[in-house]
Protein backbone atom coordinates (compact mmCIF):
# COMPACT_ATOMS: atom_id res chain seq x y z
CA UNK A 1 0.00 0.00 0.00
CA UNK A 2 1.61 3.41 -1.00
CA UNK A 3 2.29 5.79 2.13
CA UNK A 4 0.15 8.32 3.24
CA UNK A 5 2.48 10.65 4.38
CA UNK A 6 5.82 11.55 2.71
CA UNK A 7 8.88 13.43 4.34
CA UNK A 8 11.50 13.39 1.56
CA UNK A 9 15.05 15.20 2.68
CA UNK A 10 13.41 17.60 5.34
CA UNK A 11 15.77 20.05 6.71
CA UNK A 12 14.90 23.05 9.03
CA UNK A 13 17.21 25.46 10.79
CA UNK A 14 16.98 27.98 13.38
CA UNK A 15 19.78 30.28 12.77
CA UNK A 16 22.72 28.40 12.80
CA UNK A 17 21.05 25.56 14.52
CA UNK A 18 20.41 22.79 12.88
CA UNK A 19 16.86 21.46 14.47
CA UNK A 20 16.11 19.04 11.43
CA UNK A 21 18.48 17.51 9.50
CA UNK A 22 17.66 15.51 5.94
CA UNK A 23 14.66 13.98 8.00
CA UNK A 24 13.23 11.10 5.67
CA UNK A 25 9.98 9.23 6.67
CA UNK A 26 6.85 7.71 5.36
CA UNK A 27 4.00 6.96 7.42
CA UNK A 28 1.32 4.18 6.19
CA UNK A 29 -2.80 5.06 5.99
CA UNK A 30 -3.88 3.63 9.14
CA UNK A 31 -0.68 3.79 11.32
CA UNK A 32 0.67 4.82 14.19
CA UNK A 33 3.86 6.23 14.97
CA UNK A 34 4.98 7.67 17.73
CA UNK A 35 8.26 10.31 17.51
CA UNK A 36 10.84 9.91 20.29
CA UNK A 37 13.47 11.44 21.56
CA UNK A 38 15.33 13.46 24.25
CA UNK A 39 14.27 17.65 24.99
CA UNK A 40 15.19 19.78 22.15
CA UNK A 41 15.53 16.66 19.28
CA UNK A 42 13.27 18.39 17.00
CA UNK A 43 9.88 16.63 17.59
CA UNK A 44 7.90 19.42 18.21
CA UNK A 45 9.80 21.08 15.19
CA UNK A 46 8.56 18.10 13.10
CA UNK A 47 5.07 17.77 14.11
CA UNK A 48 4.89 21.59 13.38
CA UNK A 49 6.41 21.01 9.59
CA UNK A 50 3.52 19.04 9.20
CA UNK A 51 1.04 20.81 10.62
CA UNK A 52 2.16 23.71 8.36
CA UNK A 53 2.89 25.87 11.15
CA UNK A 54 6.44 25.66 10.63
CA UNK A 55 8.36 26.13 7.23
CA UNK A 56 11.03 23.64 6.36
CA UNK A 57 14.28 25.24 4.16
CA UNK A 58 14.51 22.41 1.97
CA UNK A 59 12.53 18.97 1.40
CA UNK A 60 9.49 18.02 0.53
CA UNK A 61 5.95 16.54 2.16
CA UNK A 62 3.14 14.98 0.77
CA UNK A 63 0.13 13.40 1.68
CA UNK A 64 -1.45 10.89 -0.63
CA UNK A 65 1.01 11.59 -3.52
CA UNK A 66 -0.34 15.83 -2.89
CA UNK A 67 2.44 17.86 -2.44
CA UNK A 68 1.13 19.69 0.58
CA UNK A 69 4.41 22.32 0.93
CA UNK A 70 2.51 25.41 -0.11
CA UNK A 71 -0.89 24.35 1.65
CA UNK A 72 -1.69 26.83 4.80
CA UNK A 73 -2.28 24.74 7.91
CA UNK A 74 -6.39 24.57 7.67
CA UNK A 75 -6.11 23.38 4.17
CA UNK A 76 -4.06 20.64 4.59
CA UNK A 77 -5.95 17.08 4.98
CA UNK A 78 -4.82 16.54 8.97
CA UNK A 79 -5.31 17.81 12.43
CA UNK A 80 -3.52 18.57 15.67
CA UNK A 81 -4.20 18.08 19.20
CA UNK A 82 -1.38 20.64 21.27
CA UNK A 83 -0.23 19.84 24.85
CA UNK A 84 -2.92 22.44 26.21
CA UNK A 85 -6.22 21.67 24.56
CA UNK A 86 -6.74 25.15 23.60
CA UNK A 87 -10.63 24.85 24.23
CA UNK A 88 -12.98 27.70 23.89
CA UNK A 89 -13.99 28.49 27.28
CA UNK A 90 -17.44 30.49 26.47
CA UNK A 91 -18.96 27.63 24.48
CA UNK A 92 -20.42 24.10 25.70
CA UNK A 93 -18.41 21.00 25.03
CA UNK A 94 -20.51 20.17 22.16
CA UNK A 95 -20.02 23.92 20.73
CA UNK A 96 -16.36 23.43 20.56
CA UNK A 97 -16.67 20.02 19.15
CA UNK A 98 -18.80 21.60 16.31
CA UNK A 99 -17.46 25.08 15.75
CA UNK A 100 -14.97 22.79 12.73
CA UNK A 101 -17.84 21.54 10.81
CA UNK A 102 -19.71 24.81 11.14
CA UNK A 103 -16.79 26.80 10.00
CA UNK A 104 -16.28 24.36 6.98
CA UNK A 105 -20.15 25.42 5.86
CA UNK A 106 -21.91 22.37 7.95
CA UNK A 107 -25.45 23.72 8.55
CA UNK A 108 -25.58 23.53 12.57
CA UNK A 109 -27.75 20.47 12.13
CA UNK A 110 -25.48 18.46 10.87
CA UNK A 111 -22.34 20.03 12.76
CA UNK A 112 -24.56 18.83 15.74
CA UNK A 113 -24.86 15.60 14.67
CA UNK A 114 -21.20 14.78 13.50
CA UNK A 115 -20.18 16.49 16.77
CA UNK A 116 -22.95 13.88 18.99
CA UNK A 117 -20.75 11.44 16.59
CA UNK A 118 -17.39 12.31 17.66
CA UNK A 119 -18.37 13.07 21.64
CA UNK A 120 -19.66 9.67 21.31
CA UNK A 121 -16.73 7.92 19.77
CA UNK A 122 -14.61 9.45 22.90
CA UNK A 123 -16.88 8.45 25.93
CA UNK A 124 -18.54 12.05 26.15
CA UNK A 125 -22.14 11.88 24.83
CA UNK A 126 -23.50 12.92 27.75
CA UNK A 127 -21.68 15.62 28.61
CA UNK A 128 -22.03 17.93 25.56
CA UNK A 129 -23.91 20.24 27.68
CA UNK A 130 -21.21 20.96 29.92
CA UNK A 131 -18.55 24.28 29.83
CA UNK A 132 -15.05 23.37 29.77
CA UNK A 133 -14.18 24.20 33.04
CA UNK A 134 -16.88 22.06 34.36
CA UNK A 135 -14.32 19.04 32.79
CA UNK A 136 -11.86 16.98 34.38
CA UNK A 137 -8.40 17.56 32.61
CA UNK A 138 -9.11 13.75 30.99
CA UNK A 139 -12.31 14.64 29.82
CA UNK A 140 -10.84 17.84 28.56
CA UNK A 141 -8.56 15.96 26.79
CA UNK A 142 -11.16 13.77 25.11
CA UNK A 143 -13.18 16.84 24.06
CA UNK A 144 -9.78 18.04 22.06
CA UNK A 145 -9.42 14.39 20.52
CA UNK A 146 -12.98 15.01 19.92
CA UNK A 147 -12.45 18.41 17.99
CA UNK A 148 -9.27 16.85 16.15
CA UNK A 149 -11.44 14.20 14.47
CA UNK A 150 -14.56 15.82 14.03
CA UNK A 151 -13.74 16.93 10.77
CA UNK A 152 -12.34 12.85 10.00
CA UNK A 153 -8.98 14.04 8.96
CA UNK A 154 -6.42 11.52 6.94
CA UNK A 155 -4.12 12.01 9.63
CA UNK A 156 -4.02 13.46 13.41
CA UNK A 157 -1.13 15.19 14.67
CA UNK A 158 -0.70 14.61 18.56
CA UNK A 159 1.82 17.01 20.60
CA UNK A 160 2.41 15.49 23.91
CA UNK A 161 -1.65 15.65 24.92
CA UNK A 162 -1.53 13.01 27.52
CA UNK A 163 1.80 15.38 29.28
CA UNK A 164 -0.86 17.06 31.89
CA UNK A 165 -2.30 14.12 32.88
CA UNK A 166 -1.60 12.05 36.44
CA UNK A 167 0.06 8.98 35.80
CA UNK A 168 -2.74 6.49 36.21
CA UNK A 169 -5.09 8.79 34.04
CA UNK A 170 -2.61 8.64 31.52
CA UNK A 171 -2.08 4.67 31.26
CA UNK A 172 -5.49 4.93 30.84
CA UNK A 173 -5.63 7.51 28.38
CA UNK A 174 -2.73 5.87 26.26
CA UNK A 175 -4.89 2.43 25.65
CA UNK A 176 -8.22 4.73 24.92
CA UNK A 177 -6.09 6.56 22.19
CA UNK A 178 -4.87 3.50 20.82
CA UNK A 179 -8.12 1.89 20.34
CA UNK A 180 -9.75 4.98 19.46
CA UNK A 181 -7.23 4.94 16.69
CA UNK A 182 -7.86 1.63 15.41
CA UNK A 183 -11.61 2.58 15.67
CA UNK A 184 -10.96 5.75 13.56
CA UNK A 185 -8.65 3.76 11.19
CA UNK A 186 -6.59 6.85 10.35
CA UNK A 187 -2.99 7.27 10.89
CA UNK A 188 -1.45 9.19 13.86
CA UNK A 189 1.74 10.78 14.49
CA UNK A 190 2.40 11.33 18.77
CA UNK A 191 5.27 13.49 19.57
CA UNK A 192 6.33 12.40 23.10
CA UNK A 193 9.59 11.78 25.48
CA UNK A 194 8.11 9.04 27.28
CA UNK A 195 9.58 5.73 25.74
CA UNK A 196 7.01 3.69 27.95
CA UNK A 197 4.09 5.90 26.43
CA UNK A 198 5.39 4.92 22.93
CA UNK A 199 6.13 1.84 23.19
CA UNK A 200 2.50 0.89 24.69
CA UNK A 201 0.91 2.72 21.96
CA UNK A 202 2.64 2.94 18.92
CA UNK A 203 3.07 0.51 15.30
CA UNK A 204 6.64 2.13 14.63
CA UNK A 205 8.78 4.37 17.10
CA UNK A 206 10.89 7.08 15.27
CA UNK A 207 13.90 7.70 17.71
CA UNK A 208 15.20 10.83 16.96
CA UNK A 209 18.27 12.80 18.44
CA UNK A 210 19.94 16.16 17.73
CA UNK A 211 17.49 16.60 14.47
CA UNK A 212 18.40 13.56 13.53
CA UNK A 213 16.46 10.21 13.31
CA UNK A 214 18.41 7.86 13.96
CA UNK A 215 16.06 4.61 13.66
CA UNK A 216 12.99 3.70 12.73
CA UNK A 217 11.52 0.26 13.87
CA UNK A 218 8.58 -1.48 16.13
CA UNK A 219 9.00 -1.44 19.81
CA UNK A 220 10.55 -5.20 19.27
CA UNK A 221 13.32 -3.88 16.92
CA UNK A 222 14.35 -0.42 18.56
CA UNK A 223 15.02 -2.49 22.00
CA UNK A 224 16.16 -5.87 20.49
CA UNK A 225 18.31 -4.37 17.62
CA UNK A 226 19.07 -0.89 18.24
CA UNK A 227 20.84 0.31 15.45
CA UNK A 228 23.25 2.98 16.90
CA UNK A 229 24.64 3.44 20.56
CA UNK A 230 22.62 6.53 21.14
CA UNK A 231 19.34 3.81 20.71
CA UNK A 232 20.88 1.22 23.11
CA UNK A 233 21.11 4.21 25.45
CA UNK A 234 17.70 5.84 25.15
CA UNK A 235 15.73 2.86 24.90
CA UNK A 236 15.74 0.94 28.21
CA UNK A 237 19.10 -0.03 29.98
CA UNK A 238 21.69 -0.95 28.75
CA UNK A 239 25.15 -2.77 29.05
CA UNK A 240 27.31 -1.44 26.37
CA UNK A 241 30.69 -3.37 26.00
CA UNK A 242 33.79 -2.53 23.62
CA UNK A 243 34.05 -5.28 21.66
CA UNK A 244 36.77 -5.86 18.47
CA UNK A 245 37.02 -8.80 16.00
CA UNK A 246 40.17 -11.40 16.74
CA UNK A 247 42.14 -12.94 13.98
CA UNK A 248 40.46 -15.80 14.23
CA UNK A 249 37.23 -14.09 13.63
CA UNK A 250 35.70 -14.14 17.44
CA UNK A 251 34.39 -11.85 19.37
CA UNK A 252 36.09 -10.18 22.23
CA UNK A 253 34.94 -8.30 24.97
CA UNK A 254 37.88 -6.67 25.75
CA UNK A 255 36.93 -5.50 29.49
CA UNK A 256 35.64 -9.16 29.84
CA UNK A 257 38.34 -10.98 28.66
CA UNK A 258 35.84 -13.29 26.67
CA UNK A 259 35.81 -14.70 23.33
CA UNK A 260 32.79 -15.34 22.08
CA UNK A 261 32.01 -17.35 18.47
CA UNK A 262 29.02 -15.04 17.44
CA UNK A 263 27.24 -15.21 13.73
CA UNK A 264 29.40 -13.16 11.22
CA UNK A 265 29.37 -9.92 13.24
CA UNK A 266 29.12 -6.66 10.96
CA UNK A 267 32.02 -4.57 11.70
CA UNK A 268 35.77 -5.17 12.66
CA UNK A 269 35.18 -3.31 16.28
CA UNK A 270 32.09 -1.32 18.15
CA UNK A 271 30.02 -2.01 20.99
CA UNK A 272 28.12 -5.01 22.30
CA UNK A 273 24.35 -4.26 23.56
CA UNK A 274 23.66 -6.96 26.27
CA UNK A 275 20.19 -5.62 27.75
CA UNK A 276 20.36 -6.41 31.74
CA UNK A 277 17.78 -8.94 32.15
CA UNK A 278 20.07 -11.11 30.06
CA UNK A 279 22.59 -10.70 32.40
CA UNK A 280 21.40 -13.94 34.75
CA UNK A 281 22.62 -14.73 38.58
CA UNK A 282 23.61 -17.90 38.78
CA UNK A 283 23.49 -19.77 42.22
CA UNK A 284 26.62 -21.79 43.26
CA UNK A 285 27.34 -24.76 40.84
CA UNK A 286 24.51 -22.95 38.32
CA UNK A 287 26.67 -23.81 35.06
CA UNK A 288 23.58 -23.52 32.62
CA UNK A 289 25.26 -20.46 31.05
CA UNK A 290 27.37 -20.07 28.31
CA UNK A 291 29.59 -17.27 29.47
CA UNK A 292 30.30 -16.38 32.95
CA UNK A 293 31.43 -13.53 34.93
CA UNK A 294 32.64 -12.65 38.63
CA UNK A 295 31.68 -9.38 40.37
CA UNK A 296 31.16 -7.89 43.09
CA UNK A 297 27.34 -5.72 43.58
CA UNK A 298 28.01 -2.32 44.24
CA UNK A 299 24.49 -1.24 44.37
CA UNK A 300 21.29 -2.81 44.53
CA UNK A 301 17.86 -1.07 43.60
CA UNK A 302 14.68 -3.34 44.01
CA UNK A 303 11.61 -1.45 42.28
CA UNK A 304 9.24 -4.63 43.47
CA UNK A 305 8.10 -6.32 40.67
CA UNK A 306 12.53 -6.42 39.65
CA UNK A 307 15.46 -5.90 40.99
CA UNK A 308 18.16 -3.95 39.36
CA UNK A 309 21.89 -5.47 40.35
CA UNK A 310 24.97 -2.63 39.54
CA UNK A 311 28.07 -4.84 39.61
CA UNK A 312 31.73 -4.39 39.20
CA UNK A 313 33.21 -7.45 37.57
CA UNK A 314 36.66 -8.24 38.02
CA UNK A 315 38.16 -7.09 34.77
CA UNK A 316 36.67 -3.84 35.88
CA UNK A 317 33.33 -3.28 33.87
CA UNK A 318 30.62 -1.66 35.06
CA UNK A 319 27.35 -3.77 34.56
CA UNK A 320 23.64 -4.19 35.22
CA UNK A 321 21.77 -7.02 36.20
CA UNK A 322 17.84 -7.67 36.31
CA UNK A 323 16.56 -9.77 38.21
CA UNK A 324 12.87 -10.94 38.81
CA UNK A 325 11.25 -9.99 42.13
CA UNK A 326 12.97 -9.01 45.42
CA UNK A 327 16.29 -9.29 46.10
CA UNK A 328 17.38 -12.56 47.73
CA UNK A 329 18.30 -12.29 51.62
CA UNK A 330 21.40 -13.32 50.96
CA UNK A 331 22.44 -10.52 49.00
CA UNK A 332 24.09 -7.52 49.88
CA UNK A 333 26.65 -4.22 48.72
CA UNK A 334 29.76 -5.95 48.39
CA UNK A 335 28.64 -9.43 48.04
CA UNK A 336 30.15 -11.85 45.37
CA UNK A 337 28.14 -12.97 42.50
CA UNK A 338 28.55 -15.31 39.48
CA UNK A 339 26.48 -14.01 36.72
CA UNK A 340 25.74 -15.45 33.14
CA UNK A 341 24.64 -14.81 29.66
CA UNK A 342 24.28 -16.60 25.97
CA UNK A 343 25.85 -15.18 23.37
CA UNK A 344 22.88 -15.10 21.29
CA UNK A 345 21.85 -11.87 23.49
CA UNK A 346 24.67 -9.65 22.02
CA UNK A 347 23.87 -7.59 19.76
CA UNK A 348 26.65 -5.94 17.74
CA UNK A 349 26.80 -2.19 16.54
CA UNK A 350 29.93 -1.51 14.77
CA UNK A 351 31.93 1.41 14.77
CA UNK A 352 31.32 3.85 11.99
CA UNK A 353 34.75 3.39 9.90
P1 LIG B 1 10.68 19.09 23.84
O1 LIG B 1 10.49 17.62 24.17
O2 LIG B 1 11.45 19.81 24.89
O3 LIG B 1 9.41 19.77 23.44
P2 LIG B 1 11.48 18.83 21.05
O4 LIG B 1 12.21 17.61 20.67
O5 LIG B 1 10.03 18.88 20.69
O6 LIG B 1 11.68 19.12 22.57
P3 LIG B 1 11.74 21.17 19.41
O7 LIG B 1 10.67 22.00 20.06
O8 LIG B 1 11.43 20.61 18.08
O9 LIG B 1 12.25 20.03 20.38
O10 LIG B 1 13.04 22.08 19.30
C1 LIG B 1 14.22 21.62 18.67
C2 LIG B 1 15.30 22.66 18.85
O11 LIG B 1 14.99 23.81 18.05
C3 LIG B 1 15.42 23.16 20.28
O12 LIG B 1 16.80 23.30 20.59
C4 LIG B 1 14.72 24.49 20.28
O13 LIG B 1 15.31 25.37 21.22
C5 LIG B 1 14.95 24.98 18.86
N1 LIG B 1 13.83 25.81 18.38
C6 LIG B 1 12.55 25.43 18.24
N2 LIG B 1 11.79 26.44 17.76
C7 LIG B 1 12.61 27.50 17.63
C8 LIG B 1 12.43 28.87 17.19
N3 LIG B 1 11.24 29.31 16.76
N4 LIG B 1 13.52 29.66 17.18
C9 LIG B 1 14.74 29.21 17.58
N5 LIG B 1 14.97 27.95 18.00
C10 LIG B 1 13.93 27.11 18.03
Request: hydrophobic residues 40%; proline residues 6%.
Amino acid sequence: MPALLNIEAVSKRFGAFAALQDIHLHIGQREFVALLGPSGCGKTTLLRTIAGFSHPDSGRLSIDGQDIGRLPPYRRPLNTVFQNYALFPHMTVLENVAYGPRRQGASRREAGQRANEALTLVGLEDLGERYPREMSGGQQQRVALARAIVNRPKLLLLDEPLSALDLKLRKRMQLELKHLQEKLGIAFVFVTHDQEEAMTMADRIVVMNAGRIEQVGSTTEVYSTPATRFVAEFIGEANLIDYRLDPEGRVRLDAQALALTLPAPAAPAGIAVLRPEHLRLLDEGDDGAACRLHARVKDIVSVGSHTLLHVETDEGAQLMARTPGLPSRHLGVGSRVTLGFEPVHLHLIGAPR
